[in-house]
């Protein structure tokens, strides 16, 4: 367990935040006050940070000028299609401009090589994912996932994404969803497997974390059951995740699970703490239990 001591010997923290929402002005002002706590920190940036290419491109170019390493995970508001925003990319082509805009600003993407963590509590595989939703997570009683969309169009309780996230050129969300789960397990599959792993996610790999949503409903668009395993699968020491805006910390099969989401303005002002602060991943702060591994 790292000690005061350890931070003296320079070897950096991997840090985390999500939910950014740049398009507010005072979280625009949050962003603009995140700093390392040294100059070999690496950020974790678990997706949500603008709603326009502009927006995300200011946010992670700031970061990228700050810390030794960003890495970055697609939230659902990247993938919107605004009809405001001058880039008028839908789908695969929108997330593919995004990956390239991370490599103009050396920001780690999840089509990239994970990294390895080598700094104090490595060394680690950091993975950042993009794994999306599949409406695997339905209300009890409520079979199909066409059930359970129309139980959450008669409740009027409807992420907007089904609005502004499409999944061209694949047919669904799901469709789009299942890919990038095969995908990324293959990915996973061949890392280093001496090595355990951070993974992050912008959605929550498994269930659990969105039982206290105010709106159980609203839990079909915040994974899917295709993940559930994956902390332990892939051996991971902590899960970084953001969406439901729910920050706190869990543990499940003695593995952490950490909601670093700054979320709206209407949020955070209600919360005690500032706006902000960035949660340490590794090493793991001091008091919590060991992973059992
Ligand atoms: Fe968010
Ligand atoms: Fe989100």
């Not at 405001?84 to 780690?108: N, Q």
């Not at 089509?111 to 950091?126: A, I, K, S």
Request: proline share 9%; net charge neutral; charged share 25%.
């Amino acid at each position: 367990m790292a000690g005061p001591g350890d931070r003296a010997k320079g070897r950096g923290s991997l840090l985390a935040i999500s939910d950014l929402h740049v398009r507010h002005a005072e979280n625009g002002t949050v962003v603009e006050q995140l700093r390392p706590e040294s100059p070999e920190d690496w950020l974790l940036v678990a997706g949500d940070v603008g709603d326009t290419i502009a927006q995300v491109e200011w946010a992670l170019r700031l970061l990228a000028a700050r810390f030794a390493k960003v890495l970055w995970s697609p939230g659902n508001h990247e993938l919107w299609s605004l009809p405001t925003d001058p880039v008028p990319l839908r789908g695969v082509a929108r997330y593919a401009r995004l990956v390239e805009l991370c490599r103009e600003l050396g920001v780690v993407t999840p089509e990239d090589p994970y990294p390895v963590w080598e700094g104090l509590g490595g060394p680690v595989t950091v993975a950042p994912l993009f794994l999306l939703y599949d409406y695997s997570w339905r209300p009890e009683g409520l079979d199909t996932a066409q059930a359970a969309l129309a139980e959450a169009y008669r409740t009027g309780i409807v992420c907007t994404d089904e609005y502004l996230l499409h999944p061209d050129p694949y047919e669904s969300r799901s469709a789009w969803c299942t890919a990038r789960v095969a995908g990324t397990a293959r990915r996973l599959a061949e890392r280093d497997p001496a090595l355990p792993t951070v993974l992050m996610n912008h959605w929550p790999l498994c269930r659990e974390p969105t039982r206290i949503l105010r709106y159980p409903i609203f839990a079909q668009w915040c994974g899917t059951e295709a993940t559930a395993d994956w902390h332990r699968r892939f051996n991971a020491v902590a899960v970084v995740y953001g969406h439901l805006h729910i920050p706190r910390t869990t543990w499940y099969d003695g593995v952490r699970f950490e909601e670093v989401s700054v979320g709206y303005p209407r949020e955070w002002r209600r919360r005690s703490g500032l706006p902000g602060q960035l949660r340490r991943i590794l090493p793991a702060p001091a008091g919590l239990p060991p992973t059992a591994w």
